[in-house]
């Protein structure tokens, strides 16, 4: 008997919200600075519902890979127009969740959901993608620089003011 191991991409559904956030606060707290405020049970709560409200708007696309049922990684993708007088009304999209179970795993299941968003974000008339990492995952930043993005900012900040 064979396992199957091969990823499945689809749209993420309401069901899917538990394993989410579980990947999300898993993801977050291996890549937490631990210089910065700790996570509390209200930033999981409100990251939560954010996720759980994203799911089937129609400005965000929401995808999940899975294998053999259980979750692999997610993306999320907001639709937003430009307010820039020199790209007035052009769609850009900016991916602010996205993440993987297994670090090792950028190169299949992020690679997958990153071109399956391309894809759909084109056919909706996307016309810029941004990823948005926050933290020092070295793999998701190496993953990212491969896959054509390059890094467009940086920005730093303290809560000793």
Do not use: K
């Amino acid at each position: 008997m064979t396992v199957d191991t091969r990823l499945d991409v689809r749209d993420a559904l309401a069901f899917d919200i538990d394993a989410i956030s579980e990947l999300a606060y898993r993801h977050r707290m291996a890549n937490r600075d631990p210089h910065s405020a700790p996570i509390t049970a209200d930033d999981l709560h409100r990251q939560r519902i954010h996720l759980q409200q994203s799911i089937g708007e129609p400005r965000v696309l929401s995808l999940v890979g899975t294998r053999a049922g259980y979750l692999s990684g997610y993306l999320f993708a907001s639709l937003v127009e430009s307010r820039q007088s020199e790209a007035a009304g052009t769609l850009f999209s900016y991916i602010e969740d996205f993440a993987v179970s297994d670090p090792g795993d950028w190169w299949d299941c992020g690679a997958s959901l990153l071109e399956s968003a391309r894809v759909r974000l084109r056919a909706l008339g996307v016309r810029r993608l941004v990823v948005i990492n926050d933290g020092p995952d070295a793999r998701m930043r190496a993953f990212l620089w491969r896959s054509g993005l390059t890094q467009a900012s940086e920005w730093y900040g303290t809560d000793r003011v």
